[in-house]
């Protein structure tokens, strides 16, 4: 895979990725303010935007196991690191969001 395309692909990991943060950290608002159906939207808009970087991410991986040669680049990993972070976010505040709905 050339250098461009990979890091196109990075570039739209992190375009989602980064929207679907923007997006939990607006439902920790929403926690906050009690407004606890507001997050769980929130919480499901970030997860159609990682659902987005993760496609991105799939088609990579499939032109791997298909014997496509890709050389890493650093672009690529600051991508999944943003991925996983944000998953790991989304699924901290989605738990989050479980309490704040039980302590009301």
Do not use: C, W
């Not at 997006?23 to 987005?52: I, P, S, W, Y």
């Amino acid at each position: 895979m050339p250098s461009e395309e990979l890091q196109q692909v990075a570039f739209e990991i992190i375009l989602h990725s980064g929207s679907a943060r923007t997006k939990v950290h607006e439902a920790f608002g929403a926690m906050r303010q009690g407004e606890t159906t507001k997050a769980d939207e929130l919480l499901e808009d970030a997860n159609q935007e990682l659902l987005l970087a993760h496609k991105s991410q799939t088609t990579l991986l499939q032109e791997y196991a298909g014997g496509e040669k890709i050389d890493m680049e650093i672009i690529m990993v600051h991508a999944q690191d943003h991925l996983m972070t944000t998953m790991t976010l989304r699924e901290v505040a989605i738990e989050m969001n479980y309490l704040y709905q039980r302590s009301a």
